[in-house]
T-cell receptor, first 115, second 115 residues
């Protein structure tokens, strides 16, 4: 069974600095998708960034980028120039290609951006 | 485009009462998911539909929970009778893999408190 592990329950960063959130996963599949979702205090689940496993290039969305290491089954999220609005829970998630069902979520990392 | 729309956003009800949560998926999406989020268990998939047909309901906790999707633009999750341990945030989500949509998009959630 696939699993997603986020080893950092909580992290903090100073405003304008860079922070990296870790995520590892376990799968025997070769084709899959990885996601980072943000959940602010409002509880809404917001997609931050996604990565297709067949793509070697790391995905980037403005201040958010990932370091995808397929062999190591690692998918970390880097937030550059952190802003107060980045304060939220961040969830790493995995989905098999062809499996239109379940997203497997990690337990989440609570990120606090300090002024 | 409108996102996934859920109602109610918040509901407080007494133990034993029936609760109905509603969801309108993104237009054109043929997959619909119901997730539950609690502190103890994190995010868990309850059930998902494809073209209005339930595909996997193995995550539905017990017979008190039922979900329906009478048409492509509406789904309900019903709890009857409700219990305090059902208190959670319930998310509806949708996607459309056939149209290249590998991302599952979430609604804002329904925050249920059973007292």
């Amino acid at each position: 069974a696939q699993t997603v592990t986020q080893s950092q329950p909580e992290m903090s960063v100073q405003e304008a600095e860079t922070v990296t959130l870790s995520c590892t996963y376990d799968t025997s599949e070769n084709n899959y998708y990885l996601f980072w979702y943000k959940q602010p205090p409002s509880r809404q689940m917001i997609l931050v960034i996604r990565q297709e496993a067949y793509k070697q290039q790391n995905a980037t969305e403005n201040r958010f980028s990932v370091n995808f290491q397929k062999a190591a089954k690692s998918f970390s999220l880097k937030i550059s120039d952190s802003q107060l609005g980045d304060t939220a829970m961040y969830f790493c998630a995995f989905r098999e290609e062809g499996s239109q069902g379940n997203l497997i979520f990690g337990k989440g990392t609570k990120l606090s951006v300090k002024p | 485009d409108a996102g996934v729309i859920q109602s109610p956003r918040h509901e407080v009800t007494e133990m034993g009462q029936e609760v109905t949560l509603r969801c309108k998926p993104i237009s054109g999406h043929d997959y619909l998911f119901w997730y539950r989020q609690t502190m103890m268990r994190g995010l868990e998939l309850l059930i998902y539909f494809n073209n209005n047909v339930p595909i996997d309901d193995s995550g539905m906790p017990e017979d008190r929970f039922s979900a329906k999707m009478p048409n492509a633009s509406f789904s309900t999750l019903k709890i009857q009778p409700s219990e305090p341990r059902d208190s959670a945030v319930y998310f509806c989500a949708s996607n459309s893999p056939a149209h290249g949509g590998n991302t599952i998009y979430f609604g804002e959630g329904s925050w249920l408190t059973v007292v």
